[in-house]
């Protein structure tokens, strides 16, 4: 177990951190919720090929057509390639942010929490990394790639997957995303899952946190469900502000584990404290005499008059 010394000392470099990284976590969520905003609003216009489009040339007893229909869609991606880079730099920043914030509850966790898992913190490093650095070169990759199939000779179906999907740039760029992402997604989970345990996070905000590490590995639903890891960001700056509702976890100045309590043991509590300011609200009746001290007190009263 740490010392005094130690525990104060661990909580003067925390909280120093923390004023450093609060604005930047801050500005990280709403700088991803605006990336997937401008990439989402970018890819709806995009043209759209249809069923009955797809198979039109094969309909037509051509094989092999010379320009594929999703021709007009790549040159789409390559006119609009700067707000798509654009985006991903945004996101890329905001990963950033994301990785500072869980290297430092990582470090007060494990301060806390000796035994937890210590993998998670090179997960979280290298992942975070990765995954930004990554993802921001597989869409500069895919605007070289649909530049040279816009200004080229060749449109047909292979040169389409080549600029889109394939060649070795894109499938190194997407295989190494993947691990970067799954890497990030498991470090964050395991972070929550122990910044919970230690009280340093509410309940529900660790397990958003869980959410929202699915949701940056599994980007569904675009920019709608993107706003969930954007919250859990701007939550965390919050957080690492001092500006907590109802205040400031106390394993944070406590320099030890406080679990935050459930809400089992909550309504417990409230249940005890309301019981117990019950019974001191009823004052107790006062005691009745005997019957027969009542009586004796009656007749020497009546004696005394006599």
Known sequence: MPNASEISAQVASESDRRARLGAPAFGGGLLYLLSGIVISSTLNGAPTVGVVQGLKPALAGIARPAVSPRTAEVKFISHHAFPLIAGSALAAVSIGALTLVLLLLWDAVRFRRPQSWSAARPLVLAGGVAFALVSLAHQIIGAI???????????????????????????????????????????????MLNAIRVGLVARWMGFLGIFSAV??????????????????????????QRRWPGGDPPAWDAGEARPWPSQAELRAARQSANSSQGSADVAPAPAALPSGASAGKRRRKRGGRR
């Open 145 to 191: 790639n649909t530049h040279n199939f816009a200004v080229g000779q060749d449109h047909s179906r292979h040169a389409v997957e080549n600029a889109l999907t394939q060649g070795a740039g894109n499938v190194a760029s997407q295989y190494l995303a993947l691990l970067g992402g799954l890497a990030l997604a498991a470090g964050m989970i395991a972070v």
């Open 215 to 240: 949701l940056i590995f599994l980007p569904i639903g675009g920019a709608t469900l993107g706003v969930v890891p954007a919250f859990w960001l701007v939550g965390a700056g919050i957080l690492l």
